[in-house]
């Protein structure tokens, strides 16, 4: 199956701060990635979804200022958790689709300090 | 709105066992249906879909998956269970293939020996 990429898989950052977390498609393009958000022992919540060559679309209740995306290219999405506190701390988890499939990264786990 | 239920946060099975892990779906069309695992810290993997046709839907691992619109339902079975099927595992519904899925809290399938 299709492959997809995510970097870092773990980062400990200072309150107030900012982080970026890349999601990418290896072997194919995507016009349209997801990115979603795992707080402990919870399900996996869709934040946004972010297209390619256009501003991102997000889920009701996210900040759009606090969760920067960026799809500048077919390949790559990255999201930037802006001035991050303690509860940002989250396993965050990009997904594209390819077909039919939808393909998820190996996640970031974000713990803000 | 697109809900997804999981009434079984835990599980635990010997193994060999048989094992069921049930899923409820709320959808206003049909729904496009997935099993997903998640090994800790990992991303998650496909077990199986349904878009269509046949109910009963094979997926990797051993793992199958029926369809019972009557019941709303998508219970995922295995015939014998292995202990490196520990793991959590989610279901999840979208309104296509891959696009803005909804999760189900997910269920932790905890293996005994």
């Known amino acids: 199956g299709a492959v997809v990429s995510q970097h870092p898989s773990r980062v400990i950052c200072k309150s107030g701060t900012s982080v970026k977390i890349e999601c990418r498609s290896l072997?194919?393009?995507?016009?349209?990635m997801f990115w979603y958000r795992q707080f402990p022992k919870q399900s996996l919540m869709l934040m946004a979804t972010?297209?390619?060559?256009?501003?991102?679309?997000?889920e009701q209740g996210v900040e759009k200022d606090k969760f920067l995306i960026n799809h500048a290219s077919l390949t790559l999405s990255t999201l930037t958790v802006t001035s991050a506190h303690p509860e940002d701390s989250s396993f965050y988890i990009c997904s594209a689709g390819q077909g039919t499939e939808a393909f998820f990264g190996q996640g970031t786990r974000l713990t803000v300090v | 709105a697109q809900s997804v239920t999981q009434p079984d946060i835990h599980i635990t099975v010997s193994e060999g066992a048989s094992l069921e892990l049930r899923c409820n779906y709320s959808y206003g069309a049909t729904p496009y249906l997935f099993w997903y695992v998640q090994s800790p810290g990992q991303g998650l993997q496909l077990l199986l879909k349904y878009f269509s046709g046949d109910t009963l839907v094979q997926g990797i691992k051993g793992f199958e998956a029926e369809f019972k619109r009557s019941q709303s339902s998508f219970n995922l079975r295995k015939p014998s269970v292995h202990w490196s099927d520990a793991a959590e595992y989610f279901c999840?519904?979208?309104?296509?293939?891959?696009?803005?899925?909804?999760f189900g809290t997910g269920t932790r399938l905890l293996v005994s020996p």
């Open positions: 072997d194919f393009q995507a016009t349209t």
């Open positions: 972010s297209n390619e060559g256009s501003k991102a679309t997000y």
């Open positions: 999840a519904v979208g309104p296509t293939g891959f696009q803005k899925l909804v």
